[in-house]
């Protein structure tokens, strides 16, 4: 079974530029959950989607955003790039949602912003 | 205002030893504790829970310990091996919130 992939794996970009990540969920699951990694935060909940829904939100300024397709396939995007949002993001992937230890990783997208 | 703490940027323990890897939380509401591993270049990979109304949940050479009076959860790993070096993270989940709230990570490295 082919596990959680997310493109790209790296990107570099400007301030005030915008980006799109990619994340393509396990097969068969249909929630899709967005972190930031940032030294000394730990991983930080940007959003969940479920059923191309967005079911739950974390405390992420409105330049951050998300959308879910039908098949379950999750974009996250950033506009108006600073500094600040060098992370890597990651993406989850569960059958149902955010429950306990049913949260499947991908390997994230390392962002960086000059 | 962090609501899960992991104190401890890194730890160095010797192979063979025990590792305990420590996290403080401040909601009592949460209704599971977790732990993650991370290795660089990877997502994390979920590693054992335990849920609010337990104290103790063991798998193999990982044991998690919950303090629920003083809001502490640990995971002891014993006898600790090179292969456990990684990023360890401990995450709390509660129903009415619905999502996963991690500490900042303790980076544990096992020396041989």
């Known amino acids: 079974k082919a596990g959680v992939t997310q493109t790209p794996r790296y990107l570099i970009k400007t301030r005030g530029q915008q980006v799109t990540l990619s994340c393509s969920p396990i097969?068969?699951?249909?929630?899709v959950s967005w972190y930031q990694q940032t030294p000394g935060q730990g991983l930080q909940f940007l959003f969940e989607?479920?059923?191309?829904?967005?079911?739950n939100k974390g405390n992420f300024p409105g330049r951050f955003s998300g959308r879910q397709f039908s098949n379950s396939r999750s974009e996250m995007n950033v506009s108006t790039l600073e500094l600040g949002d060098s992370a890597l993001y990651l993406c989850?992937?569960?059958?149902?949602?955010?429950?306990?230890?049913?949260?499947?990783f991908g390997p994230g997208t390392r962002l960086t912003v000059l | 205002d962090q609501q899960v703490k992991q104190n401890s940027p890194s730890l160095s323990v010797q192979e063979g030893r025990i590792s305990i890897l420590n996290c403080d939380y401040t909601?009592?509401?949460?209704?599971?504790f977790l732990w993650y591993k991370k290795y660089p270049a990877e997502g994390p990979t979920f590693l054992i829970s335990?849920?609010?109304?337990?104290d103790k949940n063991e798998d193999g050479r990982f044991t998690v310990f919950l303090n629920k009076s003083a809001k502490h959860l640990s995971l002891h790993i014993v006898p600790s091996q090179p292969g456990d070096s990684a990023v360890y993270f401990c995450?709390?989940?509660?129903?009415?919130?619905?999502?996963?709230?991690f500490g900042q990570g303790t980076e544990l490295s096992v020396k041989p």
């Open positions: 989850a992937s569960g059958r149902t949602g955010v429950v306990a230890d049913t949260q499947y």
């Open positions: 097969s068969g699951h249909r929630s």
């Open positions: 989607y479920f059923s191309e829904t967005q079911r």
């Open positions: 909601n009592s509401m949460f209704d599971y």
């Open positions: 335990i849920s609010s109304i337990k």
């Open positions: 995450a709390v989940f509660y129903n009415q919130g619905g999502k996963l709230i």
